[in-house]
């Protein structure tokens, strides 16, 4: 019998209380007595959250595995306090066939770090030329709910229109990289007056807002569920407003760069700050901040994009889009929306754990920290303060935009259905979390 009890932590952010966890469930909360042999953290100062859930992570296996590793990349996850994260589908080969998404959801449960859900693509190859075999990745064993192209758009509004319908009947969604490729061609950063003056290739606001006006609109014609990826300029915030007032079933996710970084980074051409969308505007932040908080961005999703040192390190034209943000999400979500004021802990449960679980279909997260639901938590020191450098990184790749950078927040612990997969900050050894979780199996 494995029994844990959690001492004193701050419950989302409320009174402290304790948490008792046996063979993968929460069994008990308030003030509890430490029963015989069991293993006791000490939480006082900590704010215990529910295991957080990313909506949008590139693990780039299989294919890209000199980046990332579904292995590496859900210890990244749990280091960063996640306990379900969805896999994005342009990995190699391309995850449109019901044997790939199957092949992501084993490499996850052999892992044992966090909950994969693999994300199938919309169109065969994310070529955008014909649909992938959705409806048998939706019946597969890893019961596919989330569909995207990720990287790429699904720019044929006919093909965008018939995955909305094929996915609808089975409460799926499509999750949108909304960037017109016609108006993005060589695109390298935020068009405006600095694309002009460092001599780059602007990509322009509107690439961004025409796809979100379009699909919000097929949405509501088909009466489909959509989701837009990583929205990153004040005018996608204006549309994704219009439509939820006007019933449309449309959700939207930031990512923690987009809530804290601006286009001025781009201004030493390191190749970190690029990323796909690109930093944009002060003004963008602001109202990307104030669109979280007032619950037209729904969810806070990573777009965690490992690259290999080679990639990043080369001039600014040629490198990859992309920066890892597992291990730093929660930190960067606490400097922009929690220390300023605009958001609390249980808000932050709520645009990081319960949200992106919604609208992934993901059973378990609706009733966080609850007696009798999974024991999957994490447990944050919100007073902690630190210089990120790539050794704060667990996963294969160091493209991260906040080294030398000071952030508040550390992960103490995380468990994932019961079993810590990081203790102390430390992530917890993959032979000894794969035994962990035998032992509760058996209970
Ligand atoms: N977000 C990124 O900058 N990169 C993503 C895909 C993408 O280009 O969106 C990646 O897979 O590397």
């Known amino acids: 019998m494995t029994s844990l009890l959690i001492r004193g932590a701050a419950l989302l952010g409320s009174e402290p209380a304790d948490l008792r966890v046996r063979d993968g469930i929460i069994v008990d909360r308030g003030s509890l007595a430490v029963e015989a042999s069991e293993r006791v953290i000490d939480a006082a100062g900590l704010v215990a959250l529910p295991g957080l859930v990313d909506l949008h992570t590139h693990l780039r296996e299989p294919g890209g595995e000199a980046s990332e590793t579904v292995l590496t990349g859900t210890r990244a996850a749990a280091a960063g306090g996640f306990t379900a994260v969805h896999a994005m589908a342009n990995t190699s080969p391309v995850a449109d066939t019901a044997g790939v998404v199957e092949q992501v959801l084993r490499l996850g449960e052999r892992a044992g770090y966090a909950e994969v859900r693999p994300v199938g693509a919309v169109t065969l190859g994310l070529a955008g030329e014909q649909l992938a075999e959705i409806g048998a990745m939706a019946r597969s064993a890893a019961r596919v709910r989330v569909f995207s192209d990720d990287g790429h758009c699904v720019h044929d509004p006919l093909l965008m229109r018939r995955a909305l319908e094929y996915v ?3 409460d799926g969604v ?19 007056s600095l694309s002009g003056e460092l001599g780059l290739t602007g990509w322009p606001a509107v690439a961004e807002e025409a796809i979100i006006a379009r699909d919000v609109l097929l949405a509501e014609h088909v009466g489909a569920r959509v989701h837009i990826c990583h929205l990153s300029t004040a005018g996608s915030v204006d549309i994704v407003r219009w439509a939820k007032a006007r019933g449309i079933a449309v959700t939207a ?23 796909n969308p690109p930093l944009r505007r002060d003004e963008d932040v602001q109202a990307l901040r104030a669109a979280l908080a007032d619950g037209t961005i729904d969810i806070v999703a990573t777009d965690h994009a ?14 990859a889009f992309g920066m890892v943000g597992l291990e730093s999400a929660l930190s960067v979500v606490q400097q922009a929306v929690v220390d300023t004021g605009l958001l609390g802990w249980a808000d932050v449960a709520r645009v990081l754990s319960t949200g992106p679980a919604a609208i992934g279909r993901l059973a378990g997260y609706a009733n966080p920290l609850a007696v009798g639901t999974a024991a999957n938590l994490t447990l944050v ?8 450098s790539v050794d704060d990184l667990r996963g294969r790749s160091t493209n991260t935009p906040y080294r030398d950078r000071e952030l508040p927040g550390r992960v103490v ?23 962990a979780h035998l032992e509760v199996r058996r209970g």
């Open 168 to 170: 609808a009947t089975f």
């Open 174 to 192: 499509v999750a949108q990289h909304a960037q017109e490729p016609r108006l993005t061609v060589g695109a390298q950063m935020n068009e405006g």
């Open 253 to 275: 996710e930031v990512t923690p760069h987009h809530l804290l970084l601006t286009e001025e980074l781009a201004r030493g051409y390191d190749a970190r700050f690029k990323v």
């Open 306 to 319: 490992p690259h290999p040192a080679e990639a990043k390190e080369c001039t600014w034209a040629e490198a």
């Open 381 to 388: 020191d919100p007073s902690h303060r630190r210089t990120w």
């Open 413 to 435: 612990a995380t468990v994932f259905r019961g079993v810590p997969t990081v203790i102390d900050g430390a992530v917890v050894d993959p032979d000894i979390v794969a035994a």
